[in-house]
């Protein structure tokens, strides 16, 4: 089964064409240039877009606008080519990519994206839970990388590959596909646009 895998939830972009356990080509960019990418891996592969047989796209939590782009660009890709589709945690893609460590995704407003109990929550970086030696991974930990280790965490540099949710692993945890147009963007708090309403 050929899957078509990405995640624009976070400042980095990534992509993957996988063939059950075989991936064929990643790649990593923004949010911008996801339809490029989807073209390059798919040249790159030998392989034309009708031989896509699903996608799975990351549903956040991650930037607003990022998760967006990427449900859109799901939407677009299910309706054209009519094949099915599975959202995956971007916090889940990071966890699967690090085994036993905990994925920190940057919030902004001083806040991080994290699973707390394996369920996902938004906290300020003080409020992590925290032991002697946790490994953290994600944007959110380069940033509070400071804060982190003081309190104990590990953070691998900041150009270690597991900061990334890697779409590979997307295509691993995807769930039995159904329509796209089902997928909710996972989202932790209301949008600024709505806050500021009223």
Known sequence: MLTLAFDTATAVATSALVDGEEVLGERVSRAQTLLE??????????????????????????SFTGVRIGLA?????ALSLGVPGSGVSTLAALAAG???????????????????????????????ALTEGTLCVG??????????EERGAVVPPDD??????????????????GSVDELEPLYLRVPDADRNVG
């Not at 944007?139 to 982190?148: E, I, N, P």
């Not at 270690?160 to 596909?177: K, N, S, T, V, Y």
């Open 37 to 62: 990418d989807v073209d390059a891996l798919l040249r790159q592969a030998g392989a034309h877009p009708t031989d896509v047989d699903r996608l799975a796209v990351g549903l956040g939590p991650g």
């Open 73 to 77: 660009v799901a939407r677009g890709l």
């Open 98 to 128: 690090a085994p036993d460590a905990l994925p920190v995704v940057d919030a902004k407003r001083r806040e991080v994206f994290t699973l707390l109990r394996g369920e996902p929550r938004v906290l300020t970086p003080q409020e992590l």
């Open 139 to 148: 944007d959110g930990a380069r940033r509070y990388r400071t804060q982190l």
């Open 160 to 177: 270690d590959e597991r900061h990334l949710p890697r779409a590979r692993f997307h295509a691993q945890l995807a769930g039995e596909p």
